[in-house]
């Protein structure tokens, strides 16, 4: 049997309140005293199960999430699964805000994170832009003692301590095949939609699917990345220029979330053309564009396993726990118009 602190007690010949003292490292024990109590600590092994601990004392969890303001409909599926979470947070133990900041604005963001360095919540959720000054002051909050978590999109060599999405390289991997598959080693172009290059989820993506492109369809010529910074309207305007401009499109692969502009500008244009369209995220948009054949396939990350997860490790880091890795490993998963939940 585990010892308790019962045992502790008895070796050690004090009280239990004297151990609980000791043990929460609070003041009114002598030293000599707390030696003995430590020293029965070690000769029984005991291991305080710190998350027990916390219920006990009912503690709760101040965490807070940072989220891009962005209109697309993804960030909104995001932000409605923390508001989800902010529900559940009587049961369990949280108390969950969030901060919108611009997107694709470093500064902004390094402006929130340095006011949370002083705020000192239990933990912080952020969906990340990849620069140094981000990555800096995470690594600053980080060796301050407060769990750091990055959501959708990681930032490449910070000391964070968990990421909760997809694997973006295989993602893009995964696209690059789909959609070589699907035109059949037909020769053209291949036209790319982006949010912004200064987050990594769409860099890797992109590192992934030009990999595969090269490789394995070296009939497919990739054009020059188009960056719709995920703007329904400014993602409209770009796509529908470049098809416009280039009539040897023959496949688009959407690696952000201006899908509602994506899917507009391809009904305006893409005329009598047989595109082939890979795209990310299933939402209503997409889901009826892959029903009335705009799209061909998605590739979706679960917005609420992410929230949840990221809960869960910050939750864990706070009591000193270790993190169960399979239980965080997000899905990638792939939806054609057949298999649609």
Known sequence: MRPTVHDIAAVAGVSLATVDRVLNQRPGVRHVTREKVER??????????VAAANLAKGRTY????????????FMHALNAEVRAAV??????????RTIEVPAFDPAALVAVLEKLGEERPAGIALVATDAPDVRDAVDRLVKEGIPVVTVVSDLT??????YAGVDNIAAGRTAARLLGRFLGGASGDVAVLAGSMLVRDHRERLEGFATVIAKEFPSLSLL???EGRDDPELAHMLVADALSKQRGIIGVYSLGAGNRGLIRALKEKAGDRALTVIAHELTTHTRAALLDGTIDAILNQDAGHEVRSAIRVLKA?????AV?????RIRLDIFLKDNLP
């Open 40 to 49: 029965a600590i070690r000769e029984l092994g005991y291991v305080r199960d």
């Open 324 to 328: 169960i890795d399979g239980q965080e």
């Open 62 to 73: 101040p965490f807070v999430f940072i989220l891009p303001a962005s209109d697309n409909s």
């Open 317 to 321: 880091k706070a009591d000193g726990l």
């Open 224 to 226: 020059p990345v188009i």
């Open 157 to 162: 060599g910070s000391q964070r301590h968990h």
């Open 87 to 96: 529900a559940r947070s009587p049961v369990d133990r949280t108390e969950i």
